[in-house]
């Protein structure tokens, strides 16, 4: 079946360092492959996307994010976190020839001053 | 924001009583989505619509229904809601390009007694 994996619910980084966000994915043919964030009583905001090219995305708000496709993951990167990047990421995957998007459970992303 | 209103914003409602949902966008957008949003599970597709009259069943579809009767306008209706639909519900739309991320609304909260 396809799916994906946010292995961590929670994530906690002090500012200024780098993060890490995990997801994994097990699909048949090539996927196309979303970012999102969600702030509270807010709807996702896309941050950045993967569809084919070069493996390393750059996004929104200095997010990055990195295609690796013989793990089949697609981790969300950024050099030195902000407080202000505390939020729930969720990760989502569109496979060939459909119209929708499998998402994630999320990640809480904790940036602690 | 992508242009996407939906309405109520929150609804409390009692167990057996009929619910409809409002999503309406100005950016005449082909697809149309409607989510809910649950605490360990991410977001579910419930049904989406890819053109007027065109609509399509996601994964938890049971117990709702919808219609797309103009571009603007993607209805949810609960028939006879229960405290199990209780959730928050999204709205989401997307261009008629192929890779384009879908973009939300602030979605409803909506509570079943």
């Known amino acids: 079946a396809q799916s994906v994996a946010q292995p961590e619910d929670q994530v906690n980084v002090a500012e200024g360092n780098p993060l890490t966000v995990k997801c994994t994915y097990s699909v048949s043919g090539n996927p196309y492959l979303f970012w999102y964030v969600q702030y509270p009583n807010r709807g996702l905001q896309f941050l950045l996307k993967?569809?084919?090219?070069?493996?390393l995305v750059k996004g929104s708000y200095g997010f990055e994010a990195e295609f690796n496709k013989s793990q089949t993951s697609f981790h969300l990167k950024k050099p030195s976190a902000l407080v202000s990047d505390s939020a729930l990421y969720f990760c989502?995957?569109?496979?060939?020839?459909?119209?929708?998007?499998?998402f994630g459970t999320g990640t809480r992303l904790q940036v602690f001053p | 924001d992508a242009g996407i209103t939906q309405s109520p914003r929150h609804k409390v409602t009692e167990t057996g009583t009929p619910v409809t949902l409002r999503c309406h966008q100005t950016e005449n957008h082909r697809y149309m989505y409607w989510y809910r949003q649950d605490p360990g599970h991410g977001l579910r597709l419930i049904h989406y619509s890819y053109g007027v009259k065109d609509t399509d069943k996601g994964e938890v579809s049971d117990g709702y229904s919808v219609s797309r009767s103009k571009t603007e306008d993607f209805l949810l209706t609960l028939e006879s809601a229960t405290s199990s639909q209780t959730s928050v519900y999204f709205c989401?739309?997307?261009?008629?390009?192929?890779?384009?991320?879908?973009?939300f609304g602030d979605g409803t909260r909506l509570s079943i007694l």
């Open positions: 989401a739309i997307r261009p008629d390009r192929a890779g384009q991320p879908q973009h």
């Open positions: 993967y569809i084919t090219g070069d493996n």
């Open positions: 989502a995957v569109r496979f060939d020839n459909t119209d929708k998007l499998i």
